[in-house]
């Protein structure tokens, strides 16, 4: 058998070596190797996990007494306030918008009342507030570290707006506060009304003028206000108040009292002081006289009988034409002044006699004779109310005077004036016949040899119409019939003497 250099027979294949040694070992070394992996990572997640927690812990710890950021009521951010510092911040601001808000209730300057919420029953409960607050402080604060750090981070996300609850406004104090000013500054009107009448002054009335009163209407304001204290808008409310008119003025007054008639009868300078003293003691008695609707004025029962007693003194009368002594001559001057200021009033002349014979102060048909207890004038006021009387004698000029009756009361219609017309209608011629009468006074002629004294000479008689004018803004409107007066003809008549000579 050949062999090859270096060639080495087969040999008996050789048993084999077995590979579980190995296997096992490889197994101990992943084994080994694993626990070392997994005991690493187990460390390195224990590390993160409390690095977590310590972060969630950092996170929320902040917190742990005091308020999330983003907690907020009435507008007040709490964050990071504890639940003290919360409850005041609350409080304070509670107090400050119940009290801060006023509202001065005012007139004329003056302040009646200052109105505040609590005047409204407006306030907060501090129990409710306490109820509302706790739950918002224990945001964060309750559950697990990751359940903490969820609601602190939802609240940050979204957050929480609350408001404390007050109790409504009502009006009952309002309105009781109201009706109060409203008492105050509520006034009565006064009614003019007058306060006396003094004839002997040129303005006889003195009248005490009317007032206005006030009312206040409170609905208005009272909206107002409600409306200031719903807003917060904190000043002064002014109250305007109506005025109330008096149902008589100075006016109605005035136009109750004005100048009816004004009547003027001249007196003669022959006049004597007696004549005169006459006149102004009638007048004296009608100077002041007030006649109340539908009442009647009689001039004899004003003046009183005409004697010594009463004031009266003698002087010259006439008498069927002739001049005669009597006491209380001129009177009948007095009364036809009075007569005429009637007339132009346009009131009813009830009674009235004319004289027989013309006098010289006024047209005969105008005048009125007077005797005590025969003739009367009398006229009734049919002015619808009251009249007032003046009556006196006015000097005119240094010696000359007047007779002046004024008729005051209710005011004529507007541009209504009334006037006098005397028409002479027919003439009745004098008497021839004459007549001698014995003078035993001897004021004109003593002795029975002297010739006669022509006393009154001979005169025609007349008739004469007395007609009242009515006149509207100048324009003659009416004419009203008052009166026929009759002045007899006269014939002549003589004094005779009544003694024999030595």
Same mark, same amino acid.
């Given at each position: 058998m050949?062999?090859?250099?270096g060639?080495r027979?087969p040999?008996p294949?050789?048993?084999?070596?077995?590979k579980?040694?190995i296997?096992i070992?490889?197994?101990?070394?992943v *084994?080994?190797?694993?626990a070392?992996?997994?005991?690493?990572?187990?460390?390195q997640?224990a590390?993160?996990?409390?690095?977590?927690i310590q972060?969630? *812990?950092d996170?929320?710890?902040?917190?742990n007494?005091?308020y999330?950021? #983003?907690?907020?009521?009435d507008?007040?951010?709490?964050g990071g306030?504890?639940?003290q510092?919360?409850?005041d911040?609350?409080?304070a601001?509670?107090?400050?918008r119940q009290?801060?808000?006023n509202?001065?209730?005012?007139?004329k300057?003056?302040?009646f009342?200052?109105l505040?919420?609590?005047?409204f029953g407006?306030?907060?409960d501090v129990?409710s507030v306490?109820?509302l607050?706790?739950?918002?402080y224990?945001?964060?604060?309750v559950?697990?570290l990751?359940?903490?750090?969820?609601e602190?981070?939802d609240?940050?996300?979204?957050p929480v707006?609350a408001?404390?609850?007050?109790s409504?406004m009502?009006d009952?104090?309002l309105?009781?506060?109201?009706?109060?000013?409203?008492?105050?500054?509520t006034t009565?009107?006064?009614?003019?009304?007058l306060a006396y009448?003094?004839p002997?002054?040129s303005?006889p009335?003195?009248?005490?003028?009317?007032?206005?009163?006030?009312?206040?209407?409170t609905a208005?304001f009272?909206?107002q206000?409600?409306?200031?204290?719903?807003e917060g808008?904190?000043?002064?409310?002014?109250?305007?108040?109506t005025?109330?008119?008096?149902s008589v003025t100075?006016q109605d007054?005035?136009?109750?009292v004005?100048l009816?008639?004004?009547?003027?009868?001249?007196?003669?300078?022959a006049?004597t002081?007696?004549?005169?003293?006459?006149?102004r003691?009638?007048?004296?008695?009608?100077n002041?006289?007030?006649?109340?609707?539908?009442?009647?004025?009689?001039f004899n029962?004003v003046?009183?009988?005409?004697?010594?007693k009463?004031?009266?003194?003698y002087a010259?009368e006439?008498?069927l034409?002739m001049e005669e002594?009597?006491?209380g001559?001129?009177?009948?001057?007095?009364?036809?002044?009075?007569?005429?200021a009637?007339l132009?009033?346009?009131?009813?002349i009830?009674? @009235?006699?004319s004289?027989?014979?013309?006098?010289?102060?006024?047209?005969?048909?105008?005048?009125?004779?007077?005797?005590?207890?025969?003739?009367?004038l009398v006229?009734?006021?049919?002015?619808? #109310?009251?009249?007032y009387l003046?009556?006196?004698v006015?000097?005119?000029k240094?010696?000359s005077?007047?007779?002046?009756v004024c008729?005051?009361?209710p005011?004529?219609e507007d541009?209504?004036?009334y006037?006098?017309?005397?028409?002479t209608i027919?003439?009745l011629?004098?008497?021839?016949?004459?007549?001698?009468?014995?003078?035993?006074e001897?004021?004109?002629?003593t002795?029975?040899d002297?010739?006669?004294y022509l006393v009154?000479k001979?005169?025609?008689g007349f008739?004469?119409?007395?007609?009242?004018?009515k006149?509207?803004?100048?324009?003659l409107?009416?004419e009203?019939?008052?009166?026929r007066?009759?002045c007899?003809?006269?014939?002549?008549v003589?004094?005779?003497g009544t003694?024999? @000579?030595e």
């Open positions: 050949n062999f090859q250099q060639y027979p040999q294949p050789k048993p084999p070596k077995s579980l040694p296997v070992i490889a197994l101990v070394v *084994a080994a190797l694993g070392g992996a997994y005991a690493f990572v187990s460390a997640r590390r993160e996990e409390n690095e977590r972060a969630l *812990a996170a929320v710890a902040p917190y007494d005091t999330l950021p #983003g907690i907020y009521v507008g007040i951010s709490l306030m504890t639940a510092e919360g409850i911040a609350v409080l601001q509670i107090n400050e009290s801060g808000w509202l001065g209730l005012t007139y300057g003056h302040l009342y200052t505040h919420y609590s005047d407006v306030s907060t129990g306490y109820a607050l706790e739950p918002l224990m945001k964060g604060k559950g697990t990751e359940e903490r750090k969820a602190m981070d609240v940050a996300q979204n707006h408001f404390t609850t007050e409504a009502t009952e104090r309105d009781s506060i109201l009706s109060q000013i409203q008492e105050q500054l009565a009107p006064q009614d003019a009304y009448f003094d002997d002054q303005d009335f003195v009248i005490q003028p009317e007032q206005y009163g006030t009312t206040l209407d208005p009272k909206e206000i409600l409306e200031r204290a719903a808008k904190s000043g002064n409310l002014e109250f305007t108040t005025p109330v008119a008096p100075t007054i005035r136009n109750q004005t009816r008639s004004k009547a003027t009868t001249p007196i003669s300078s006049s002081e007696d004549r005169n003293s006459n006149i003691t009638a007048f004296s008695r009608i002041g006289q007030t006649i109340e609707a539908g009442a009647r004025f009689s029962k003046t009183l009988d005409r004697t010594l009463n004031g009266y003194k010259i006439y008498v034409g002594m009597g006491i001559g001129g009177v009948c001057q007095a009364s036809t002044t009075v007569y005429l009637a132009l009033s346009d009131l009813q009830v009674s @009235r006699v004289h027989s014979d013309p006098v010289s102060y006024t047209t005969f048909g105008q005048d009125a004779t007077v005797v005590y207890g025969r003739h009367d006229f009734k006021n049919t002015s619808g #109310g009251t009249l003046t009556a006196k006015v000097e005119k240094k010696n005077y007047e007779c002046q008729i005051y009361g005011k004529l541009g209504v004036s006037t006098l017309r005397t028409d027919e003439t011629p004098a008497p021839l016949t004459e007549t001698f009468n014995k003078d035993t001897h004021v004109y002629v002795y029975k002297e010739e006669p009154r001979a005169r025609d008739v004469n119409e007395t007609y009242l004018l006149w509207k803004d100048g324009q409107i009416e009203k019939f008052v009166s007066d009759t007899k003809a006269r014939g002549a003589y004094a005779v003694m024999n @000579r």
